[in-house]
């Protein structure tokens, strides 16, 4: 089992920015991607970014060249730094982990949960 934590967010103003963190905790060893999911209000949940332990970072488009993931392996923390905030920004920003992914059955991990308002 693996336990995500994110904190941070919360309200940002368009142009501005904020930073959201996540820290991983159980069977660390058997994660392989951590990112970052947004679910805007109505809408569905959808990948932001995400890296693998490799160090290969993805991001969705609408946040290229303005958001930037980082991780820390020996720290288990995935995080997300938003800049140039923009309106649509908002929604609720869950961390995600993929783990065992060599094995028939690979898991998906979530967190709670992290609410960030971008105002104008």
């Known amino acids: 089992q693996v336990q995500l934590v994110e904190s941070g967010g919360g309200l940002g103003q368009v142009g501005g920015s904020l930073r959201l963190s996540c820290t991983a905790s159980?069977?660390?060893?058997?994660?392989?991607?951590l990112g970052w999911w947004r679910q805007a209000p109505g809408s569905q949940r959808d990948c932001v970014a995400g890296m693998t332990s490799g160090g290969s970072p993805h991001y969705t488009e609408s946040v290229k060249g303005r958001f930037t993931i980082s991780r820390d392996n020996d720290k288990n923390t995935i995080n997300l730094q938003m800049s140039s905030l923009k309106s649509e920004d908002t929604g609720v920003y869950y961390c995600h982990a993929i783990a065992e992914i060599l094995s028939p059955q690979p898991k998906d991990y979530w967190g709670k949960g992290i609410p960030v308002t971008v105002s104008s």
């Open positions: 159980g069977n660390t060893d058997t994660i392989n991607t």
